[in-house]
């Protein structure tokens, strides 16, 4: 870690020509284990924080200007400081770091002229959330030291990709990337915003898979599926009042619906329920049932919430066909992106080339993959 912020320094004082010794704030991807498409739902999640994150190097300017470079990008942007109040969002990766900015300067914090160099090891567009890895360091860069109570900068980072970058996403990414723990993986009630620390089991060795796709239908598709909850907790409203959102109704309410939104609901429903049985096997160690409850995931997002893709599926079920994995599942808001794959440690060798090869031999092209090792959330990375 300190070793990629001594190259982040020397990168930022060659991009901007400066000798300022620039300091460097660290926020990490994450992997959802279960719970998908709950958190705008206001249900459980369980997330793991990532060793992989976004640094971003920042230095103050004294001419009035924000300038932020993305070297995954390799482009560069700027703002004058006076002109927050009046920022459009420009359709592009920059967003996320403007909505940043006018979302602090909404909640009272003072923005200040700056050079920001970001520098991220997170997959991007993969459902390893490098969106919320990018908003989380560049609002601590812009604090730079100034103290944040970390809920609020979460709920300012949740709200710069809702209202600004205009994706209604929940909170689960902001929120695991600023508290998520060391070895374990967060339990998170996403209606309270309180959290529980979950261990997991030695034996159980957690590998994400990177299909390496992003089928365009994502954004669109998540946004139908936000409304359609919505239109589920209309109708269950209608009969029962005191059903809020998703996280209230149960599998008794689904009575009231049909057609896709009894499926979206239905999955919903399920998916709360597979997280607290999750986090139950996790406790006794039973590597089987938390397989099983991965597959039962999977198979929910794949068929209720239709939000899976053919490799995302080829992926799963050729997982689940190797001896020694407990189960697999999409992870993320899916179409592309990532799975989760349990499966003893013995194997991991085993199942790294077997999926490599036979996703080549289908697709044309090797996936990518990440050991799942739960890191601590987002801070300053000191050198
Ligand atoms: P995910 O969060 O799962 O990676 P999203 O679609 O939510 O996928 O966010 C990906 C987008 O976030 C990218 O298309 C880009 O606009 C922005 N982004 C993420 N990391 C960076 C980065 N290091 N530099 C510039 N933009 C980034
Ligand atoms: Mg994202």
Redo the contacts with the bound molecule.
């Keep these: 870690m300190a070793g990629t912020a001594r190259r982040l320094i020397e990168a930022f004082q060659r991009k901007f020509q400066t000798e300022l010794v620039p300091r460097v704030y660290r926020a990490p991807?994450r992997v959802n284990l279960i719970g998908e498409h709950t958190d705008y739902n206001l249900g459980f999640v369980l997330p793991v924080a990532l060793e992989l994150a976004?640094y971003v190097a920042v230095a103050p300017r004294d001419d009035g200007w924000i300038r932020v470079y993305?070297?995954?990008?390799d482009?560069e942007r700027s703002w004058p400081v006076e002109a927050l109040e009046e920022l459009q969002r420009s359709g592009?990766?920059?967003?996320?770091?403007a909505g940043v900015a006018v979302q602090l300067h909404k909640a009272g914090v003072a923005i200040h002229a700056c050079d920001l160099y970001?520098?991220?090891e997170?997959?991007?567009?993969?459902?390893?959330?490098?969106?919320?890895?990018?908003e989380v360091s560049t609002a601590l860069a812009f604090l730079d030291g100034r103290p944040m109570d970390p809920l609020e900068l979460a709920r300012i980072c949740r709200a710069a990709?809702v209202e600004f970058v205009g994706?209604p996403?929940g909170i689960m990414?902001q929120y695991i990337s600023i508290f998520g723990r060391r070895n374990a993986a967060l339990k998170i009630d996403c209606r309270s915003l309180k959290f529980d620390v979950v261990r997991l089991p030695e034996r159980a060795q957690f590998v994400a898979v990177n299909t390496m796709v992003?089928h365009e239908l994502?954004?669109s598709a998540y946004r139908d599926r936000v409304r359609e909850c919505q239109e589920a907790v209309t109708r269950i409203q209608s009969r029962y009042p005191s059903v809020q959102s998703l996280r209230d109704a149960t599998l008794e309410h689904l009575g009231l619906l049909d057609g896709v939104v009894l499926k979206r609901a239905r999955h919903v429903i399920t998916e709360n329920e597979r997280v607290e049985r999750f986090v139950t096997a996790a406790a006794r160690a039973d590597l089987v049932e938390m397989g099983r409850l991965f597959v039962d995931s999977h198979r929910s997002l794949q068929y209720d919430y239709e939000v899976s893709c053919e490799e995302l599926d080829f992926l799963v079920d050729t997982a689940i066909a190797i001896p020694g994995v407990y189960g697999a599942r999409m992870t993320?808001?899916g179409f592309g992106?990532c799975t989760v794959n349990l499966m003893a440690p013995s194997v991991a060798e085993r199942f790294r080339q077997e999926i490599a090869a036979k996703y080549r031999e289908r697709f044309g092209f090797e996936p990518a993959f990440y050991p799942v090792v739960p890191s601590d959330g987002a801070g300053p990375v000191v050198v």
């Design positions: 991807g976004c993305s070297a995954n990008m482009q592009d990766w920059s967003d996320y770091v970001i520098d991220s997170v997959p991007t567009g993969s459902g390893l959330s490098s969106s919320a890895a990018l990709e994706m996403c990414d992003k994502g954004s993320g808001g992106g």
